[in-house]
């Protein structure tokens, strides 16, 4: 006797469920993406215990006909593909099917909808794929989805859950990562009656950027928009020195669908080597425009992989893209230390400019000169209080940022740079990092938790900052017992401790080093390190 059987309509159902909604999150990614396939310029996400026993998503799309609802919650049943070859060129979200018909086989789901044309929208309730109601309903042009108690019928997925902020999070992030390109929808998420995000969907990508992901990080980008071989990536990627700790923030897209892709992911770091340091990482918002027929997005249940008809074509235009950004845009980084290490601030309320005598008589003749000629004018050094520096060549730097007192120093150069490859030659050129890198840059690991601290020290105004002390050579106050990162510390200390009347203050990157040419070498600074001494 056989064992082959055909499974039930419901416990195939379930199965079949089971690939497209995982988790609630998947769940408002396929409600979401059927509300910007219906046109809406609005969507409000609701989630209530992340989205376990209440998920709402509102829209002011196209609406439903009253007669197609009952077949828009059958498996395979769909408006946006008619025959095989239309799954040859998708140009819509979905195209499947699948979608609510899934989410209703694990859950109990409400609809409301009404057509603009329409005089009255309809109501549709239906648990775990079993109608309930349907009928005529008074709402507003557009649709709106409830689906309560998700995978009630299906404990073994309730197993598998984690725990409610974890869901919510999921959640925020599918709304997040679709929100930051469709600019023109002003989407908002409420989670447990709290509003988490609300973009102003007034078509500007950046103001998206701003609202998912705050005002550091859209001010730290740079755009993108690069044509090649009738593709084309518009978007925005970080500046070289706003590189994060790991590939968290690189968000790729293909024709607005958000996407995991490693050629893209390889190309935009290919793009940035030698912009950013080791172990650090480019961010991008990257959306890659191809014809629906060049890219296959029917490859994954969640439709996040996509497979290209050829690979390297959207390498070279994410990579060119990469590097024509980095060229074309400004990724100068505004000179600037400063040294506060006791909490309390000096007392000094005298501040004064320093004069040209004094430059000189701290820096050496030839560093001043130096760097009052290659920063032209808009080189400015500040610094102030009672005590004056007593060093007589750069050392003093060095010193300045390792002595203990709650003093600091301040920079505001512009830094100059000559596009043949020597520094400092040329005014009014801008550096690249590139163009550091030509040169003889050493590859350097900055811990993260100095980086938050970084940042907020950027806004510090000039005339805020107490002045510097110098006393003490840095080469007598390194630390023995520093390992790794020390001893890269150590090789830039001891390079600079060698004599260094002659150094030229060139300018500063990623903010974190100081630059230095001397005759045959370049050094390097971390101002970070010397503050922490
Ligand atoms: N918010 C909405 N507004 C208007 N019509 C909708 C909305 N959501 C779904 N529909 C209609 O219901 C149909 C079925 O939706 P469903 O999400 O199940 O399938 P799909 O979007 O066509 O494909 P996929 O399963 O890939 O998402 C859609 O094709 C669409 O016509
Ligand atoms: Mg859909």
Redo the contacts with the bound molecule.
């Keep these: 006797m056989g064992i082959i059987h055909v499974l039930d309509k419901s416990i195939a159902e379930l199965i079949a469920a089971g690939e ?1 909604v995982e988790r609630p999150s998947s769940a408002i990614k ?1 409600l979401v ?3 910007i ?2 046109g809406a310029t609005a969507i409000t996400i609701e989630i209530q215990k992340g989205g376990m026993s209440f998920m709402r998503v509102t ?1 002011n ?4 006909y009253p007669e ?1 609802v009952k077949n ?1 919650f059958l498996r395979h ?4 593909v008619q025959k095989a070859e239309d799954l040859d060129a998708i140009s819509t ?9 899934s989410i209703a086989a694990v859950s109990r789901v409400e609809l409301l ?1 009404r057509r603009e044309d329409a005089v009255e929208g309809v109501r549709y309730v239906i648990d775990a794929s079993e109608e309930v109601s349907c009928e005529p309903a008074g709402c507003p042009v557009g ?1 709106t ?1 409830v689906i309560r108690d998700l995978f009630y019928n299906t404990p073994a997925r309730l197993k598998f859950l984690k725990k409610d902020s974890s869901e919510a999070n999921a959640v925020t992030g599918i709304v997040e990562k679709i929100a930051l390109v469709y600019p023109h929808i002003s989407f908002r998420l409420i989670r447990d009656g709290e509003e988490k995000l609300h973009t102003p969907g007034d078509g500007q990508q950046l103001s998206a950027i701003y609202a998912v992901f705050g005002r550091d990080f859209a001010a730290g980008l740079l755009p993108v928009d690069y044509t090649m071989n009738g593709i084309s990536v518009k978007g925005f990627v970080s500046k070289p020195h706003k590189a994060r700790a790991n590939r968290s923030m690189q968000n790729f897209y293909v024709n607005h669908r958000y996407v995991k892709s490693r050629t893209c992911a390889v190309a935009l770091e290919e793009g940035f080597k030698h912009a950013v340091m080791v172990g650090r990482f480019p961010a991008c918002v990257l959306d890659v425009c191809i014809p629906a027929q060049s890219v296959d997005v029917n490859v994954h249940p969640a439709k996040i992989e996509v497979r290209f008809e050829n690979e390297k074509p959207i390498f070279d235009l994410v990579y060119f893209a990469v590097k024509n950004a980095l060229r074309t845009g400004d990724v100068t980084v505004e000179g600037k230390i400063e040294k506060s290490v006791a909490p309390v601030r000096q007392k000094d309320s005298v501040k004064e400019r320093m004069s040209a005598q004094e430059f000189q008589r701290i820096f050496g003749e030839k560093t001043a000169e130096s760097i009052g000629k290659k920063a032209g004018e808009s080189s400015s050094f500040k610094a102030a209080g009672a005590q004056k520096p007593e060093k007589k060549d750069s050392s003093f730097l060095l010193s300045a940022l390792e002595d203990g007192s709650s003093k600091w120093i301040s920079f505001d150069v512009s830094p100059s740079h000559s596009e043949n490859g020597n520094p400092a030659q040329e005014k009014g050129k801008v550096y690249s990092p590139n163009h550091w890198t030509k040169g003889r840059l050493l590859d350097v690991e900055v811990e993260d938790d100095l980086l938050p601290q970084r940042l907020s020290k950027e806004n510090t105004s000039l005339d805020e900052m107490p002045a510097v002390s110098p006393q003490k050579s840095v080469s007598n106050s390194v630390p023995e017992e520093k390992e790794e990162a020390g001893s890269l510390e150590q090789q830039t200390i001891d390079s600079v401790a060698e004599p260094y009347e002659n150094l030229r203050y060139i300018g500063e990157i990623f903010h974190t080093y100081i630059l230095f040419e001397g005759e045959n070498r370049l050094v390097l600074v971390d101002k970070h390190a010397a503050h922490e001494r």
């Excluded at 799309?61 to 439903?64: A, E, K, L, P, S």
């Excluded at 049943?77 to 946006?80: C, E, G, P, V, Y």
């Excluded at 979200?93 to 018909?101: I, K």
């Design positions: 497209v396929e993406e059927n509300a396939d219906a829209d799309g196209c609406g439903f197609d828009a049943a769909t408006s946006k979200m979905g195209f499947r099917g699948e979608a609510l018909a909808s649709t989805l």
